[in-house]
């Protein structure tokens, strides 16, 4: 049987993630808050982010930048989107 959530982000019952993203509370959290969809969502925007503002995740001032952008992704507040970007036409 298939976990589900209460999701942060789309605000409906969905299928969660079968384990956390990473160790510790805010990894928890979004075990028992964000869904699967809403998670693969996040890493593909995660992914433009860090390609676009050339962040680089062994500096720790890009790490909490980027922290700081899941946390309104999933939250629902204004984030930051990769300038440019146009979404292919499906």
């Keep these: 049987m298939t976990r589900t959530v209460m999701c942060r982000k789309y605000k409906e019952q969905l299928e969660g993630l079968e384990r956390a993203p990473f160790p510790g509370v805010k990894g928890q959290d979004i075990y028992d808050n964000?869904?699967?969809?809403?998670?693969?969502?996040?890493?593909?925007?995660?992914?433009?982010?860090?390609?676009?503002?050339?962040?680089n995740m062994m500096n720790a001032e890009d790490r909490k930048y980027l922290q700081g952008e899941m946390e309104k992704f999933f939250s629902g507040e204004e984030y930051a989107k990769a300038e440019g970007y146009v979404p292919p036409s499906e």
Excluded: C, F, M, Y
């Design 34 to 55: 964000v869904s699967a969809k809403a998670w693969a969502d996040w890493q593909k925007h995660q992914t433009l982010l860090i390609n676009e503002k050339r962040l």
